[in-house]
């Protein structure tokens, strides 16, 4: 019995260890590679809380707690946030929500996936009036035109660029399937 149990958990280990590499990518397979939303909410969990000062140190913004998904039938990406604002310097503690919608595209400067027209869909700052809200909104959307522009949303790895087919590059990312491809052109 005991050998049972010792043999059943080692199984599950293993089982438990494939699991967890299931979504690492190792090769380009028909020009394209695939990510799903736990790498990529893996990346992003290693890159917030973040803060992000706007008007010259004015506003501040913190960003934390960020959840990716790819919602299945849809081409782009869902992210939501914990947001705070805070003002002349201080920080504001992360009583908000911020949720965008937004394409991939790549960036070779960055080796990045970045994204690509994002669109806020919800914006809750509580205890806030509809003007210092609407105040805020702007600050928002110019914060998530600078992130899309410089920030990516998930680093390729070096090793999987040095594995580029001759003659190929990077081309089309699209959001299909619940799942981030990489098409090379």
């Known amino acids: 019995m005991r050998l049972f149990r ?85 920080q504001g503690a992360p009583t908000g929500h911020l949720a965008l919608s937004s394409g991939l595209r790549y960036d070779a400067s960055t080796q990045g996936l970045h994204l690509t027209d994002p669109e806020l869909l919800q914006f809750d700052l509580p205890g806030s009036g509809s003007l210092i809200k609407g105040g805020a909104r702007g600050v928002v959307n110019s914060l998530l035109a600078e992130y899309a522009r410089s920030e990516p949303v998930y680093r390729l790895d070096p090793d999987l660029l040095e594995k580029l087919p001759a003659g190929k590059r990077i081309g089309r990312v699209d959001i299909d399937r619940g799942r981030v491809v990489v098409r090379l052109q």
């Open 6 to 90: 010792t043999s059943a958990v080692a199984a599950l280990a293993a089982i438990l260890a494939a699991c967890s590499t299931l979504g690492a990518v190792t090769a380009w397979l028909n020009d394209e590679v695939s990510f799903g939303a736990p790498q990529l909410q893996r990346y992003l969990d290693n890159r917030f809380p973040r803060d992000f000062d706007k008007l010259g140190g004015l506003v501040s913004i913190r960003l934390a707690n960020p959840r990716l998904s790819l919602p299945p039938g849809e081409h782009r990406l869902r992210l939501e946030f914990d947001m705070g604002i805070g003002a002349l310097g201080g």
